[in-house]
């Protein structure tokens, strides 16, 4: 394409006005909206079907039980109920970003929770020092599995099976046949156990959506200046109010006084929940704004074109697992803190596959280079509903199985067909 100018002669239009030409089209609330259909059509869910999930299974429980799934008390054990798969899949995101998989994330987290109790309880040690040994180990066993996956070329199928039998043996030996090691340090038991002051989740939560407002603000203020393709004003005004209803009626049904007597109030949200929050909005910032969170979408996609680009995938490779087992142990700790204690099967029996379900419900592909951090929080609620709900519902415990296994099974179908929808594609 080229154009005329004075004296005769043409000039081409330079590589990068043909290349961006798209990028700095007017889109509009209709082209938005066209160009979400067609994502979806091609394969692109993303978060919906765990979207779709949560609005069903609420839906649902409400209806079955109406007088206690929607109640006070209910919906902050729900809350509760989350916290440990959450921040156990939020892990299990970077490593299933690069297409690996890590079997012992659930034991790695009860092994942590152990090494938790014992220096607090049997050697005298503060929070502090219990809780840096416990992520330090983590860290550790985190490192190993990517080492001996990344540089030996095991595959993380068998090295992570091998840790799965292993870390509940030194779980065991720890702890000892049968045994439980109670937790009572005040901290500790109160991420799980206590609510914040209810004028301190208002202030929380009034300074999320704020940020959040001018975050999404501010990026759509760049890219308009710039004459850069970017959503509609509109549409980045009603992401925010969506987020900010979010946050804003949970604050509100949380800040409730749910006490059985009217002689006490129980009121606030949970202290495990602004952790969670926290880490999701680290997890994200590494994943969407730094060149390191680049790099895994990279080898995930592709590893050898990655490391054609100069990108160190053993590195990459190693630290996912380190993040997935440290935020294990995080994980690991919160549950220590509902139950009060840790036992020899901690993390074990469906820990590991609520995790991993959690995180493909919420949108994260198995086969690596698609998901989010927010899909690990989607995904944990949809897993903390199915359980509770069917909780309320007295099922069966075999039902219950078969239930929660057919949810993973068709989280599982979805992101294969799309995956199989991209392919045709091209994308």
Not at 58 to 85: C, E, R
């Amino acid at each position: 394409m080229s154009t005329d100018i004075p004296g005769g002669e043409k000039t081409a239009m330079t590589l990068a006005e043909s290349d961006f030409a798209a990028d700095r089209r007017v889109h509009d609330m209709g082209s938005a909206l066209r160009d979400y259909r067609d994502r979806i059509r091609a394969g692109e869910l993303g978060a919906l079907p765990a979207v779709l999930g949560l609005i069903a299974l609420v839906a649902l429980f409400t209806a079955l039980k109406p007088d206690t799934f929607l109640s006070k008390g209910n919906m902050a054990n729900l809350s509760v109920q989350a916290l440990p798969i959450t921040i156990l899949a939020m892990g299990l995101v970077f490593v299933l970003l690069l297409g690996e998989i890590d079997l012992s994330a659930g034991v790695a987290s009860g092994l942590c929770a152990a090494v938790l109790a014992k220096l607090i309880t049997d050697a005298g040690q503060p929070w502090y020092v219990a809780v840096l040994s416990a992520v330090a180990i983590g860290i550790v066993i985190g490192t190993t599995i990517g080492w001996l996956v990344s540089v030996l070329r095991i595959p993380s199928f068998v090295v992570t099976l091998a840790f799965f039998l292993g870390l509940q043996g030194v779980t065991l030996r720890l702890i000892g046949e049968g045994g439980t090691v109670a937790v009572r340090d005040e901290l500790i038991v109160a991420l799980s156990n206590r609510n914040m002051p209810i004028w301190l989740g208002w202030t929380l939560a009034t300074a999320c959506v704020a940020g959040y407002t001018a975050t999404q603000l501010l990026r759509w203020r760049r890219r308009h200046v710039r004459d850069l393709h970017s959503k509609p004003i509109g549409f980045v005004l009603a992401q925010c109010a969506v987020v900010a209803a979010a946050l804003l009626i949970g604050t509100y049904v949380l800040s409730l006084d749910r006490a059985p007597s009217p002689l006490i109030t129980l009121g606030g949200i949970p202290w495990g929940v602004p952790l969670v929050g926290a880490l999701l909005i680290v997890c994200t910032f590494v994943l969407g704004r730094t060149a390191y969170g680049r790099h895994i979408y990279a080898v995930g996609g592709n590893a050898e074109a990655a490391r054609r680009a100069g990108i160190n995938v053993t590195r990459v490779r190693v630290s996912v697992f380190m993040i997935g087992s440290g935020l294990a142990a995080v994980s690991g700790i919160v549950a220590a803190s509902r139950l009060n204690s840790v036992a020899t099967d901690a993390g074990g029996g469906n820990t590991l596959l609520y995790a991993v379900g959690a995180a493909v419900i919420g949108g994260t592909s198995l086969f690596g280079g698609r998901g989010k951090a927010r899909d690990a929080v989607l995904g944990g609620l949809v897993i903390a509903l199915i359980d509770n709900g069917l909780g309320l519902l007295g099922t069966s415990a075999y039902l219950s199985y078969l239930i929660t296994g057919l949810v993973l099974l068709f989280a599982a179908a979805i992101d294969a067909l799309a995956r199989r929808r991209r392919s045709n594609v091209g994308r």
